[in-house]
């Protein structure tokens, strides 16, 4: 099985599985039509309609993307943007679904060559299509040489969201290198008032959300790193002027891949958008042996017309429906207890024993050890590598913890950080060559660490046998994966130096294909994607992982914007907070136990605290807390969420309200982060209620203002809103309305 093969079944085992139960459930596909007279491919979605089409000179053009056509209107074959002048070729300006590097184009290719005689011209041009199921295939070959293309393109019946990847195909007698593939661009019409939105951040600062007006030229987002990246999140956002949370046209979509990579979004000089999202083309080179292909990631795009909350909405649906392992029936996410800000290094079986009890007593369901537990690791300088239990603070193995851990009714979890080793570790004495690196050269260390080539087969095979030993021979229920360092000295020596470049797609791939056997072999065993917080949260390690660790910033007030920005591209259900002590440790802010179990709750809870410094009436409070949210879980991990009130901005307030699918149970979480001038209590007008239901209210905590019905209909609170009383500095309130 090469390369290809193995991604594509790896990336498809959770689509398959989505498919296959959505047939169960009876959820219908999205079947597209053909017009084989004017070879126009149209696929209908939700409330979207998405056409393209081939055009006189046999290339693929984008006809149309937004809301939903009729299905009698006519769409005709594309034409070819005329020349404007010598200087705006026709090749450069018209809107091509899959350009190739060559004609004169001069925007950004989907796919660059290069050729063993340096010729690096491509025009690529229809061959033919197929349709199976929700699935159109269209195959494109170069016009003369025998470079094929192969574009896949399904739609989701349920949210309109589109999913497009591409296949690079060598067929010639000779090696071609490839140096850029994306998986799709994506067209808008000519328009002078598009805006771009787009994640960025830094460690404890991720997903802050950007936005910028879209002018002739081009934003590039990326990640040179090897890894997603908390730099860049690979999701991008377009809307028009005028778009607004709740209403207005919003195209989205993000790429779903975990190694370096890049979204160009440009507008060329007649004002055509185009965004194209793929590999990073720096420093890459694929060369393709005859016979051999390279797949792209798979690019998920969307539209709606109801602003940035229907956009958001509709991907969390596309995610938890599609994407994630289980879908389209998720398991609620346990409330799990982790140990790393509470011991950091210094755990044991003695310490991490008390910490069990108490977490077990406020009703924790899932106990985490973090970093330090195996090998000689006492700090980061060492045992990365290592996975085997260390003897010194852990003398019988795990199992004792762990059965405690599971007597107190408790699931049990463990830290690993697979992909990476310390120079100070057996590992590293053994095999210093299994690391990233050019041979001669220095090997840069972050965090004391290098980064093992896990596309070398003996690396993959090691961790495979280390992580599956490590599962086999105990009762771990959960991984929380992590991966602290982004790469350098990118080289694989073991190989030839024109394969070596092979590293930034091969690793990534053998990361999927680890991460898709430890699941098939361990079927119970639920996955948390890590990497120092949020560095690799992205749609390919969400079709193998149940849950993302979104930043060490604990914070709960910074936490409410990290919150924010993430819900933009990235689903509630998959949303990690815990609860951890105060002063923070990222910024010493000091806030109630209240506040911090408020901001965590908005999305699957976790504690993270030292319990061993509580009070009895942190207990209490704790254990009254997560009980209320066991009962909101639902809602809040898998309802619709309406980002109500932005804490973007410098806004002292900030509201989310989550509705259950069904409509009959919605959360509003309310905060202020500081009062002054004896501020009005705003109304908080909620959304998407039934107006003909009538909702009870009820508080989990804080206090509405006198007078507020503890009943009353869905149009009521949607009209009226709700008056939150909150006054001082970092102040929530969590209110619940159950429909009768
Ligand atoms: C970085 C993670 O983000 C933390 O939560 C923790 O697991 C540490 N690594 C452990 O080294």
Redesign the pocket.
Known sequence: MNNFDQRRRSICVSLLGGLASMAITGVVKAKPTVDEAAKVFRLDGGAVTYAFGVNPDGRLQTVYWGSSLSPADQLSAPVPVPDNSSNEMSITVTPFEFPGFGGGLTVEPALKVTFPDGVRDLDLRYVDHQVSGDRIVVRLKDVSRAVHVTLNYSMDAATGVLSRSAVVENRSADWIQIDQLAAASFNLPYSDDYQLSYLTGRWAGEFALQTRPITPGATVIESRKGVTSHQANPWIAVNRRGTEEESGPVWFGALAWSGSWRISVDMDSLGGLRATAGYNPFDFAYRLKPGERLASPAFHAGFSNEGFGGASRLFHRYQRTRILPGAPTLRPRPVLYNS?EATEFAVDEAGQMVLAEKAASIGVERFVV??GWFGARND?RAGLGDWFVNAKKFPNGLAPLIKRANDLGMEFGL?V?PEMVNPNSDLYRAHPDWVIHFPGRARSEARDQLVLNLARKEVYDYLLHALDRLLTSNNIAFL?W?H?RAWSEPGWPAVAPAEQQRLYVAYVDNLYKLLAELRRRHPHIEIES?A??GGRVDLGIMALTDQV?VS?NTDPYDRLLIQDGFSHAYAPAIMMAWVTDAPNFVNQRVTSLEYRFLSAMQGSLGVGANLNHWSSDDFTKAKQLIAAYKVIRPTVQQGNLYRLVSPRGGSARSATLSVAQDGNQAVLFAFLHSGGMRDAQPYIQLRGLDPAKEYTLRMISGSVAPKTPNKASGAYWMGQGIKVSLEGDFQAAAVVLDAL
């Open positions: 790393w973090d970093d980061s830290w950080e929380k992590d602290n890590c120092s917080g660790w060490d």
